[in-house]
């Protein structure tokens, strides 16, 4: 499966439940329904935000981000893989 980051300029500010199903599904380790499986998050110390999923496609990533209400653009989405 492809892995993918995707960048936030400016942290979105998520209702502490928002947060807790974000951190949850991390937990868990297991696809949602998009086929998107979240796999950490970062904070950069000028409040910039960084997610690694792994998905299907980008798409699947920008879908998962407004179904919790964060707009994301396909062009903020990178898809990586690890070197090591």
Do not use: R
Not at 5 to 33: C, F, R, S, W
Not at 42 to 49: H, K, S, Y
Not at 58 to 65: D, G, K
């Amino acid at each position: 499966m492809p892995k993918f980051i995707d960048y936030h300029e400016k942290a979105p500010t998520l209702p502490p439940e928002v947060m807790g199903q974000m951190v949850a599904a991390i937990q868990a380790g297991k696809p949602n329904e998009l086929g998107v499986t979240p796999i950490n998050l970062f904070m950069g110390a000028g409040g910039q935000a960084y997610c690694l999923s792994e998905a299907p496609n980008a798409e699947a990533i920008c879908q998962m981000h407004a179904a919790v209400g964060v707009p994301l653009s396909a062009k903020d989405v990178v898809e990586v893989q690890s070197l090591v």
